[in-house]
């Protein structure tokens, strides 16, 4: 089932960043969060762009017409300020959404601001940006807890497919250095991982990728299924996508494709993700990652405080029917 497949993978990944104990604490955050009504996760869109151009990539395919734009320190701190003003609250920061975060020039300072004040601090980057040692060394030295490298393919030949505007061999390169550069500085964290999407193209490396990480000596490497981007597409371009994408082996699929419809494997009928808060760059609001071409984007927190955002009867509207998957958002996602 691909539910238990993409959960326990999840699982894993935090069970190995932060032990048993640190798992218990980390949903018993959860739940607090949940009891007070504020978001235990908020992902903050610190650029809207990226360098590389993949096939199945919302940022790369430009599926909504919007500024391309990095946030600035100042703004972001605005944002960790409010939400720091919550008395005894510690929320993670997820520091990434449509664009390569690591494009934006006060990244360092952001990781370092947020740690410093608490916050639990992850960011997604395909490595492009990780050539230099000085900054690798900042990386390391942020206070980061979790680094995902997006690797899609444990081959020249099929990651440089996935990955158009990269090149494999210089990629594994920067995730050797890095790994070895953070046991020479003899650190915990960040916790390293190996992200790799399973698609049709991919799906047969998946056992080389696993030999090859441990290898290097990654932390971890979580395997995840692939999403179908339906923002803006009619469904012909949709199924072509898929055809050429989908996984063949259905355990790693997320999707029943039969006659010319497509339908999720196991549909959930409620959703956290309601609970938590996307932010694009911008500073406008939205429910959750799902929504990469701003259709239910809501009120501005570099406008107004974070606070009246959250508790606005507007968006508490919005993450209620996220929460009970009643937007058309949700259709396809579980």
């Not at 996984?247 to 959930?268: E, F, G, V, W």
């Amino acid at each position: 089932m691909l539910v238990n497949f993409d959960k326990i993978n999840f699982f894993k990944t935090n069970l190995k960043a932060r032990g048993p104990l640190g798992v218990i604490k980390r949903y018993l955050s959860r739940r607090l969060c949940m009891l007070r009504k504020i978001p235990y996760n908020v992902q903050i869109e610190i650029t809207n762009f990226c360098n590389l151009k993949c096939p199945y990539c919302s940022a790369s395919l430009d599926v909504v017409d919007c500024k391309k734009q990095s946030m600035s320190f100042l703004e972001f701190q605005k944002i960790v300020d409010a939400l720091k003003r919550k008395r005894l609250y510690y929320p993670t920061l997820s520091l990434y959404f449509r664009g390569e975060p690591l494009l934006n020039q006060e990244v360092i300072l952001m990781i370092e601001y947020a740690t410093g004040k608490g916050c639990d601090v992850t960011i997604s980057t395909n490595g492009s940006m990780l050539q230099k040692a000085e900054f690798r060394q900042k990386i390391l030295q942020s206070g980061l807890h979790l680094l995902i490298l997006s690797i899609d393919g444990a081959s020249k030949e099929t990651y440089n497919k996935s990955r158009v505007g990269e090149d494999f061999e210089r990629i594994i390169s920067f995730s050797k250095a890095i790994v070895a550069e953070k046991r020479a500085l003899k650190l915990r964290k960040p916790f390293i991982e190996w992200q790799y999407v399973i698609t049709r193209e991919t799906e047969a490396e998946m056992d080389a990728a696993k030999r090859m990480s441990q290898k290097i000596g990654m932390d971890n490497i979580r395997f995840k299924t692939f999403k179908l981007n339906f923002f803006g597409k009619e469904l012909a371009e949709v199924l072509s996508h898929a055809e050429k994408y989908n996984p063949i082996n259905p355990r790693y699929s997320r999707y029943t494709i039969k006659d010319n419809q497509i339908a999720l494997k196991d549909y959930l009928p409620r959703c956290e993700s309601g609970l938590n808060c996307v932010v694009y760059v911008d500073g406008s609001v939205t429910t959750c990652c799902e929504d990469v071409g701003e259709k239910h984007k809501g009120r501005n927190v570099l406008q107004d405080d974070f606070w009246s955002v959250w508790n606005s009867k507007e968006y508490k509207s919005k993450r209620k029917a996220a929460c009970h998957k009643q937007l058309d958002i949700c259709r396809y996602c579980n």
